[in-house]
């Protein structure tokens, strides 16, 4: 079950990030979305806009920054940033070199926002299958001399291949922590940065606080007040260097 919006505005401030205040919206349009965005507080530091389309998040999001108004961050983001920080730390596991790495993300269209990351976090060699190519190459054949594989299909749009054979190395959006573990530390650094510029760069310094913060024993760390702060230096150093900031 996914978290209500006041389930994580409590847990951003019980973790140590900026105090957040939920606020339900009912849109049925982009512009509805973008009007109800534009229409926060002036003071608001950022937005964090969960259970939303992407398509309509991506557009709310360069709606606002033409606009001038504050970072606006969507769950898509964050979990993107959580299953890179796990294929990291998969492959540093399994003795693979990043750059040298090939991985497959299974489910291309349904996370745009992943493989620019995974770029920027050192993945140089990244094959995209998305679920309109099984036709004409099945999974099993595109995943074939792949070290590792990001599986983010739509469920409901292919329920009869939930399984991967070949990789030892397979990551999917399984953990429940996955989209909200690095949110406090993030918006954190986020609101007490002037002028911030959420790019790939930033996300990807997300990732690595987060490989660099993960117990043997686990995939991705668990959450607490130490990892908001190692999450929030590391998003500040990002964003010192960006040329935006």
Known sequence: MQPTVRAYAALIK?????????????ARSNRELIGSLQALPADTGAVYLAHTDPERGFVAQRALSEA???????????????????????????????????????????????CPLLMAAGIRDIGIWKQADAAVLPLAQAIQGADAVIDVRDRASSPHDSGIDGPSVVVAPNDPTCSIVAVPGLLRAVVDAANPRMDVGVYGACAHALVMATPADRCLPAPDLALTDSVAWATAQALKHDPGT
């Open 14 to 26: 019980d973790l140590g990030g900026p105090h957040a205040v939920s606020q339900p919206v009912t």
């Open 68 to 114: 001038g108004g504050p970072p606006l961050i969507t769950d898509q983001d964050t979990t993107a940033i959580g299953l890179t920080a796990e294929l990291l730390t998969a492959l540093m596991r399994a003795g693979r070199q990043l750059a040298t790495s090939y991985v497959v993300v299974a489910g291309a269209d349904a996370m745009p926002n992943l």
